[in-house]
């Protein structure tokens, strides 16, 4: 009796399909094919154009002020990377199986490390590169020689795979891997406040990339070796956010992830503690807003971490540019507070139900938006001396929230533009742009005061 193999059976759909779809069916799959190779040839020639010319521009200009704040902020941001990326891999798989793979293959007696080999490794290929890519840009921007741009490369390259390792190694105790994620983010997050507020040394880059790149290599080889024991329960579980994901960006509406994304989060709590709302109908709801923050630690973990951006800015760039840092990073920083307002703005019905007028409704959901953009701005103020600028940060950082979160739903109907990329659709641009335009309009006017 002849062993059934993974290769073996791969043959053996391969040849099903083709043989199961007509003449037309795989002519139109070519023309798929070939446009696929097409986008992949044309973008993938401007990332390596673009990675040449980072590798071939030589060391021209000063180099950064505070070198060695440079290097130990780019690695407390990439420790703090690294754990952002670990609880995002693990929310997603990072291996992930579904469709008729899910049901036929992995309920088949055959080598499951043999058929999730390929996917795992693809996965570790992917966050390679992308690290790698990172990497070397960052390297361009501190002015590094070739010895620095290609040990900067391979850290951050080695970082990456030794993420979707462990991530893979800890895929079935989810919890696990959200303790280290939450490790190495307060890791990161110290190291950076560490490097802008006191003087550290120069960093030994060698040393570093041989630790970096060392762990992984064990890392990854110990992940391959688990992937037998994946069970289908861990293997199915981001397979409707991978879904979800794809569709989110085909329409390029992120609303359509998030709201899942959401979904999952509130299931994971399970329940709250039920209380009662205080004052009539738009105190009531300031206080509805205040108590979803209550139970929305994440918010507040990113808007004391970007506490740290516009003084990492004071010690990196030039005076001028440090108002323009803190608009952006206080945008960013307040924007997981207008939950509330997204609500109220994308649903008629609740806000028939609640009563009131929409500009009350309103109002009334940007109080909190409004409090820490105001906080936010004077825990930051220092950094840019108390400039004029600055009075314009919380202002065009609630603008900002306002404009994301009123946007209605993406409308497709607009008229398209044949360029040599394919049709283009200069409404959909404006609809993705609005918010950071006004941020943009903003900032521009910051450089001018």
């Known amino acids: 009796m002849a062993t059934v193999t993974v290769r073996g059976i791969r043959a053996e759909i391969r040849a099903a399909r083709l043989r199961s779809r007509p003449v037309q069916a795989r002519r139109e799959r070519n023309d ?32 950064p002020p505070n070198l060695p704040v440079a290097q130990w902020l780019f690695v407390g941001c990439a420790v703090l990377g690294l754990g952002l990326l670990v609880r995002a891999l693990l929310v ?29 490794w693809w996965l570790a290929v992917i966050g390679a590169v ?44 989810a919890h696990n891997g959200n303790r280290l994620s939450t490790v190495l ?37 110990l992940a391959y070796r688990a992937l037998g024991t994946l069970d ?64 929305n630690r994440a918010a507040f973990y990113v808007w004391a971490g970007l506490l740290l951006a516009p003084y990492a800015a004071q010690r990196l760039l030039p005076e001028t540019f440090v108002p ?14 207008a939950a509330g307002l997204r609500h109220i703005c994308r649903s008629a019905a609740m806000r028939r139900s609640l009563g009131g007028s929409d500009a ?17 701005t004077v825990g930051t103020s220092p950094a840019s001396g108390f400039a004029l600028a600055s009075a314009l940060v919380p202002v065009g950082a609630v603008a900002f929230v306002y404009r994301r979160a009123s946007q209605p739903s993406f409308d497709y109907s607009g008229g398209a533009v044949d360029t040599p990329f394919g049709l283009f659709q200069p409404n959909m641009v404006r609809q993705l742009l609005r918010g950071p335009l006004l941020l943009l309009f903003v900032a521009a006017v910051q450089l001018y005061l």
């Open 32 to 63: 798929t094919i070939y446009l696929v190779i097409l986008g992949i040839v044309v973008y993938g020639g401007i990332l390596v154009q673009a990675v040449r010319r980072m590798i071939e521009a030589p060391p021209v200009g000063p180099a």
């Open 232 to 295: 289908r329960a861990a293997l199915a579980g981001g397979a409707e956010l991978l879904a979800a994901s794809r569709v989110a960006v085909n329409w390029m509406d992120i609303s359509l992830f998030t709201g899942i994304a959401s979904a999952r989060k509130w299931r994971a709590v399970g329940k709250v503690r039920s209380r009662g709302l205080r004052g009539a109908r738009y105190q009531a709801m300031v206080f509805a807003d205040v108590r979803r923050l209550s139970r």
């Open 360 to 376: 009350g409704l309103r109002l009334a959901h940007l109080v909190v938006p409004t409090v820490m953009a105001l906080l936010w």
């Open 130 to 173: 992308a690290g790698g890519v990172a990497g070397l840009a960052v390297s361009a921007l501190l002015k590094a020689d070739l010895v620095g741009k290609l040990l900067s490369t391979s850290i951050c390259a080695g970082m990456a795979a030794g993420a979707v390792a462990v991530c893979a190694l800890l895929q079935q105790k």
């Open 324 to 337: 323009t840092v803190q608009l952006v990073a206080c945008a960013v920083a307040v924007n997981p507070f």
């Open 92 to 120: 997603f798989g990072p291996v992930v199986a579904s469709g008729p793979f899910q049901f036929w293959l992995l309920s088949t007696p055959l080598n499951r490390r043999s058929l999730l080999g390929r996917r795992f």
């Open 185 to 221: 983010v307060v890791t990161g997050a110290s190291v950076a406040g560490v490097a802008v507020f006191a003087p550290p040394p120069v960093l030994d880059l060698p040393v570093v990339a041989a630790v970096v790149l060392v762990a992984p290599i064990v890392v990854l080889v």
